[in-house]
C-alpha cells in the first residue's frame, strides 16, 4: 500500500497547536522531530513509523524547527484530509497574526512512501528496552530472560506505542512505583497497550484499557496481550470510544473504582479529563499522567488541584513530564 507522509514545518512551542489541529481532523497518531530530541510522539491512534529521518534531524542553522509528520492513504480521502488540515492552519496562523516566530511556517510538505521501505528502517532501530525491572522487546528480537526483570514482549508496528518515547518511559516507571497486586487499572488511550499489558505483569487483577480508535489502537493491545499470554475479557478488557464525549463508554467505565488510572495523552486532554477521575478513582488511588511538555507541567498541575487531586509526584525526562495525584 502506498502513503503520503505530510511535514509541517513548526516550532516546539507549535508542536501542540499542530497537535490540535490534526486531532480534530482525525488524525491522532503523528511523530515529532525536532532539536530538543522530542521524536516519535504519537497521540493515540493510527499507523506508526518508529524511526527518524536523519534529513529532519539535520537543521542547520534553525535550531527552533520542529517537524510534525504524519501519514495518510495515497487516495481521494488522503487528499481531501491534507487540503482540510492546510486550511484550518491557515486559521491558525492568521490567529497569531502570522507571527512565524511562534508557530514557525506551519508550512506542509508531502512525499510518497510504502510499506516496505518504512517497515524495513523501523525494524532496524527498534530494540530491547530496559526500564528499571521492565523491559520491552519486540518480538523478533532474542532477550535472555532472567527472574528480576518483567518482560513485555510487543508488536510495534500496528499503532501508537512502542515504549521508545519518553513520555512511556515515564508511565512505566510510576506504573512500577504505584501498582500493588491486585490493583484494577484503567488505560485511557492505551495506544498498543503497553500500560495496561505492562500493569497486569507487573501484579495488577485487571485492566480495562480505552482508545478511540476500534481497529488501529484496538487491535494492537488485543494482539500485544496474546503475545503476553494476558487473557482477553479476563485480564484485559479493551474497549473504543472517546471517553470525554462518549456516553456509553462513560457509563460503563464507571461501573468500578480504579486504583490506578494512567494516561498517557497531551495535556489538553489531560485537563479536559480531570474532572471525570475523582468519579472513578477507588479510595487511595492514583491518576497517573503523561505526554506533557514542560512548558505545560503548571497548567496540568493547576488542573489537578482545582479537581480535588493532591499532587504526590512529578517526573521530567528530557523535556517531558508525568504527574501522579491522588484524592
Known sequence: MEWTKVFIQTTTIGTEVVMGVLLSSGVLGVE??????RVNYLEGITRIWDYVDESLLDLGNHQ??????????????????????????ELVRNDFGNDSSTLGSLS???????????????????????????????????????????IFKIDPGTAFGTGQHQTTQLCVRALQHYIKHNDIVLDIGCGSGILSC????????????????????????????????????????V???????????QFTIKQQKYEIVVANIVADVIIELLPQIPEILAPNGYFISSGIIDERLNDV????????????????LEGWCCVVGRL
Open 108 to 150: 506542509i510538505k508531502t512525499e510518497l512512501t510504502d510499506d516496505e521501505n518504512w517497515l524495513h528502517e523501523w525494524k532496524k532501530h527498534f530494540k530491547p528496552i530496559e526500564i528499571d525491572k521492565v523491559v520491552i522487546v519486540p518480538e523478533w528480537e532474542e532477550y535472555e530472560y532472567t527472574d528480576d526483570k518483567v
Open 64 to 89: 527552533e524547527q520542529a517537524h510534525v509528520i504524519f501519514y495518510v492513504t495515497k487516495n481521494e480521502e488522503g487528499i481531501a484530509l491534507v487540503k482540510e488540515i492546510r486550511e484550518k492552519l
Open 32 to 37: 515529532i522531530v525536532d532539536p530538543r530530541e
Open 301 to 316: 498541575i493547576r488542573a489537578y488541584k482545582d479537581n480535588g487531586l493532591r499532587v504526590v509526584g512529578n517526573s521530567l
Open 239 to 249: 474497549s473504543a470510544g472517546d471517553i470525554l464525549s462518549d456516553e456509553l463508554l
Open 198 to 237: 505492562i500493569s497486569i505483569l507487573l501484579g495488577a487483577k485487571s485492566a480495562n484499557a480505552c482508545d478511540i480508535d476500534p481497529a488501529g489502537a484496538i487491535s494492537a493491545t488485543i494482539r500485544n496481550a496474546l503475545l503476553n499470554d494476558i487473557k482477553i475479557n479476563e485480564k484485559l478488557i
